[in-house]
């Protein structure tokens, strides 16, 4: 595993046509500035609205407009700063940008969080009234939505209370951002060339795929011994989240927080249920995958810290940018010559980041900007993987710039129960090109190996995130206490019935919830797997039906937030209320199954 290097560019030194063009955004940071001074100068001028709203409909769609003109150009501010930030994490100048709009985005949530409780304060037949206004066209779905939501709304001066509290409310998530990633102390443990290094969250993902059985076990104990440690303080911290999602919901008068957290996109909470449902009723699969592993890896017993080793040999792929470029353009062919368009756009007009420099933020995001295009982060280094990541990210920047070029910035918005189709689609329809035109044998096995893993982490195992959440909600909301020893007792019951009885169930996994961050994110990780699953099924549409399936998914991705997610997605041909999507989506694990275990038998 080698140390960070030393020998990564300055930014400076990374050529222009492989950097984002910020210069979209805002062309000088004096410009920038001179629109920080415009935004909090409308502080005041949204407050005039206050208590006036009633008095007509064009009262109320100037203040909905310049409240859209307020989003717009914060959103403008954040993205310049934190983006120019993320170019190198250490730069200072910008630190202080990102702290400023954040400061100003909270102050002009407060002053604009009396819209809502006024809106409903109106009597039905003066809204009514009002709706009927051409100037309030663009707000159709948003009053229908907030007439939903009527009774959770509070009255102006509690509305008010909330907003100011969620800075104090993100404690809990601060604390384990904090003690995970900067105060956290990991063992030192030698690699599979009989090197000194010491253990990281980001070396673990490295190490605990390694081939020497020694150094993924050292790995593993290393990293899961660090958080036993500290076991006590990780359920406190998780109780506190809890709590805090708790108050919220009940404020609110939600029946659950599950309940509550569902509410925004209008998502039944039977979606929740069938879900866990439908992947328990569909265990063997992955129990059957376990057991492949084993005998594939020639393990006399399969432990926890072997779930991620390969199947294949060490197979390397050398893929240059360019080389990339054209497998996603391939790959995404079955999306039409409309998408195809829009694609080749942003792959050659400044949307993207590609290179690694000193101090960039690590990874790859996608980042809508309305009124100007997406951005994409890369650190893009020659990998398959890299190359999925591109077809991934750019899912989610032509999700943005069709949702933001054919909405209005009321619905331009997708929520995040969409977000995760339109990248996974990509990366599924990615997959099945390299597998129709892979012919190497080793390379065709890493592939299906890589196609079933994605399965098992994406779908099985955030589902059983899924279950633990809503069981620990469960339990807190009857007054039950969340210490670390409940905690670890449910978790490890939760990995013995998933991964079945061929899997050793370590003691060291029991107190893995500690170091999941999605835990903090109130009901996320079920999105996930219903992402994938949409996505499967799109994809498979895609593949074996004709140009109208790619007409609904281009309306899918223009529909952006004019709808309800499960709506929007029933329009384009998958129903997620139904089990079905979930079901094929296992389906195709089991039949890719089959595929492994041909490839192991011949290889």
Known sequence: MPEPSTTLPSRDQIKPEY????????A??????????????????????????????????????????????????????????????????????????????????????FIEPEILALPDATLAQFRNNEHLADYTFYFDNLARQKQHVLSPA????????????????????????????????????????????????SLIMSPDRRVRKDAFLGLFGAYNALRNSFAA??????????????????????ESALSDGNIPVNV??????????????????????????????????????????????????????QLVRDGLAPLGPEYAAVLNKGLTSGWIDVYENKGKQTGAYSWGVYDVHPFVLLNYNKRLEDVSTLAHEMGHAIHSYYSQASQPYATAEYTI????????????????????????????????NQYLEMVRTTVYRQTLFAEFEKSIYEKAEEGETLTADLLDEMWHALNAKYYGSEIVIDPEINTEWARIPHFYWNFYV????TGYAAATTLAEKMLTEDAAAQQRYINFLKSGGADYPI???????????????????LNKFSSMLDELENLLSNS
Not at 19 to 26: N, S
Not at 423 to 445: F, M, Q, R, V
């Open 567 to 585: 709506t929007i997605l029933k329009n384009a041909g998958v129903d997620m209320s139904t089990p079905q999507p979930v079901e094929l989506t």
């Open 158 to 205: 509690e509305e008010e209370i909330l907003a100011r509290a969620a800075e104090a409310t993100q404690a809990a998530e601060n604390i384990f951002n904090m003690l995970a990633h900067a105060d956290m102390t990991f063992p030192d443990i030698t690699d599979e060339n009989g090197k000194t290094l010491t253990l990281s969250e980001g070396r673990y993902r």
């Open 417 to 448: 129960f969409t977000a995760e189709v339109a990248s996974t689609t990509n990366e599924i329809l990615l997959n099945n090109h390299l597998l129709k035109t892979t012919a190497d044998k080793l390379k065709k096995l890493y592939l299906v």
């Open 19 to 26: 950097k984002w063009k910020m210069e979209d955004i805002y």
């Open 526 to 529: 079920y999105q996930y797997v």
């Open 272 to 325: 929740y249920n069938n879900l866990l449902t439908t992947v328990n009723n569909n265990l063997e699969p992955l129990h059957r995958y376990v057991a492949l592993k084993k005998k594939a890896l020639k393990l006399d017993n399969i432990h926890m810290y072997d779930l991620y080793t390969p199947v294949a040999p060490n197979t390397k792929f050398n893929i240059p940018y360019p080389d990339g470029l």
């Open 237 to 258: 911290i998780l109780t506190g989240n809890v709590k805090k999602n708790i108050f919220y919901g009940r404020t609110r008068r939600f029946t659950s927080t599950l």
């Open 28 to 113: 000088t940071e004096d410009l920038w500035q001179a629109d920080f001074d415009t935004l909090k100068g409308y502080l005041p001028r949204i407050m005039e609205y206050r208590e006036t709203l009633s008095q007509s409909a064009a009262r109320l769609a100037d203040c909905l407009k310049l409240r859209d003109e307020i989003s717009i150009m914060a959103g403008k501010l954040f993205a310049y700063a934190r983006l120019h930030r993320d170019e190198n994490t250490a730069n200072a100048k910008y630190q202080s940008l990102v702290g400023k709009a954040e400061g100003l985005l909270a102050d002009l949530g407060a002053a604009s969080s």
